[in-house]
């Protein structure tokens, strides 16, 4: 960047102190202390220079340049750039095509690397240069609009509009908002929504007509991805409040047995971190822990599982499952770790 010197005077010498500072700050990121303050007392020294330097020579009398900074400053006024710099210009580049691409939704880091790789940087190449899956195209669609929390009021009338409509087709239904809304945060990524019956079995006839519906009303806008895994069924998709000026927001709606429901959600509250803790603690208790069930009496050798154990029956609360592992219970608010 470039700035007056701390005399006040003009910096006659940006086209030397301007690369030398990316590489000061290269150091400086890398925890190289030293290196980075060798730099910052050649760049300050060139800065308060009267004259603009253009051949090495000029560069002797300055004090405070030593070797390895000095050969950098002959590359550079030889060469009008220096190879050093030039390469973090373009790791800079590719990092920040890496992390655009990241923050599209369904796609992963191996594949965001693989299209910075290809000299690909911006949304717009993207669209016209790759072939996207369906999710792909849809999380680019709405890249922005994704990229936004949404307020926990806002959360609070998505979750208002599917019950309103699950309501409609079954009565009686427990319908839960979990994720980041349950554990208390002031704003969420996405919306996920619990559903089952405690009756253990009206919920079976639920997931299809209440998209159907949703769809109708034209609530819901696109599917990222619809799945059944044994008796848990679980739409991905992405909806959008009926206001002007409302943004296209993600949500997530699961339909699972009452026998599960304890476990699921367990599990959709989270945090993913705090789940991860709990299946570790659960295998140290021969355990294993999962969103449909809490297993008992699993046996491992040598980390394979041998025997599935035998799940622990009617698991239709949290506090059962902490009590069924000898944990005291916590709070939504207090599974971030
Ligand atoms: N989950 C998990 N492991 C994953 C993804 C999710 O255990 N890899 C569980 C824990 C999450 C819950 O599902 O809390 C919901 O997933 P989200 O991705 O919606 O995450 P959060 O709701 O916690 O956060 P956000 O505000 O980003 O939606
Ligand atoms: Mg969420
Ligand atoms: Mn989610």
């Known amino acids: 960047c470039a700035q007056a010197s701390s005399s006040g005077t003009k910096n006659l010498n940006e086209h030397l ?5 990316k590489l000061m700050n290269t150091h400086k990121s890398q925890g190289q202390e030293f290196r ?31 070797g390895s900074i000095l050969s950098k400053i002959t590359e550079i006024l030889e060469n009008g750039t220096c190879q050093k710099v030039d390469n973090l210009c373009v790791d800079d580049e590719v ?4 992390a655009l691409f990241c923050n599209i939704h369904g796609v992963s880091s191996k594949t965001a690397i693989k299209w ?3 000299k690909l940087r911006t949304l717009e190449e993207l669209s016209t240069k790759v072939t996207l899956n369906r999710a792909q195209v849809i999380g680019l669609k709405h890249y922005h609009d994704f990229l936004d ?20 087709l079954q009565k009686g239904l427990e319908i839960v908002t979990c994720g980041s809304y349950r554990r208390g945060k002031p704003t969420c990524g996405d919306v996920d929504i619990l559903i089952s019956h405690p009756d253990g079995k009206s919920h079976r006839n639920l997931f299809g007509p209440l998209l159907e519906k949703l769809r109708t009303s034209e609530f819901l806008t696109d599917d990222l991805s619809i799945s059944e895994e044994s008796s848990q069924k679980k739409y991905l998709g992405v909806c959008r409040l009926p206001k002007e000026d409302s943004k296209f927001r993600r949500l997530d709606i699961i339909v699972v047995p009452y026998c599960e429901f ?9 945090s993913a971190y705090f789940n991860r803790s709990m299946r570790a603690y659960a295998h140290k208790l021969s355990m294993t822990l999962s969103h449909h069930s809490l297993n008992r009496n699993v046996v491992r050798m040598k980390k394979v599982k041998i025997s599935d154990g035998e799940p622990f029956p009617n698991l239709t609360t949290e506090k059962a499952i902490f009590e069924c592992m000898g944990l005291p219970y916590r709070e939504p608010a207090d599974r971030d770790h």
């Open 95 to 98: 990092n920040k095509a890496i």
């Open 116 to 118: 910075a790789s290809a």
């Open 262 to 270: 304890g476990c699921a959600l367990l599990y959709f509250t989270g």
């Open 36 to 66: 980075a303050m060798a730099y910052g007392k050649a760049i300050s020294a060139l800065r308060n220079f009267p004259k603009k330097i253009q051949r090495a020579e000029d560069v002797g009398s300055l004090r405070n340049i030593g």
């Open 149 to 168: 929390r949404i307020p926990r009021s806002e959360v609070e009338e998505i979750e208002k509009t599917v019950k309103g409509a699950a309501l409609d």
């Open 17 to 21: 102190t301007v690369p030398l500072e």
